[in-house]
C-alpha cells in the first residue's frame, strides 16, 4: 500500500499549543502512523462529515481521507471533551 501524504490545517497548529508537550510527541506519533494504514483499528467514521476519529489517551484526532490522491488531511486535534464542539 502506498504512503498517503500528511496535511494539516492551520488551526491543528493552534489545537497542539494547549496541549501538554509528552502528550504533543505521542499524538504526532499516532499522526505519523495514519500513513501507512489510514483505517487502523479504533478509527470511527463520524456521522454528518466525512471525518473519521482516532483515539490518543484522552486526546482525539479528526482527520479526512482523500484516497484519490492519496492525501491524509488532519483536520483537529483536541481533548475528548472539546474536540467535537
Not at 13 to 37: F, G, M, T
Not at 44 to 50: D, F, Q, Y
Amino acid at each position: 500500500m502506498a504512503k498517503f501524504e500528511l496535511v494539516f490545517k492551520e488551526s491543528v497548529s493552534k489545537d497542539l499549543k494547549d496541549v501538554p508537550k509528552q502528550d504533543v510527541q505521542r499524538i504526532l506519533e499516532r499522526i505519523h502512523l495514519l500513513r501507512n494504514d489510514p483505517y487502523p483499528a479504533g478509527s470511527v467514521k463520524l456521522s454528518g462529515k466525512n471525518y473519521y476519529r482516532i483515539r490518543q489517551g484522552n486526546y482525539r484526532i479528526l482527520y479526512e481521507v482523500k484516497d484519490r490522491q492519496l492525501v491524509l488531511l488532519v483536520v483537529k486535534v483536541g481533548h475528548r471533551r472539546e474536540v467535537y464542539r
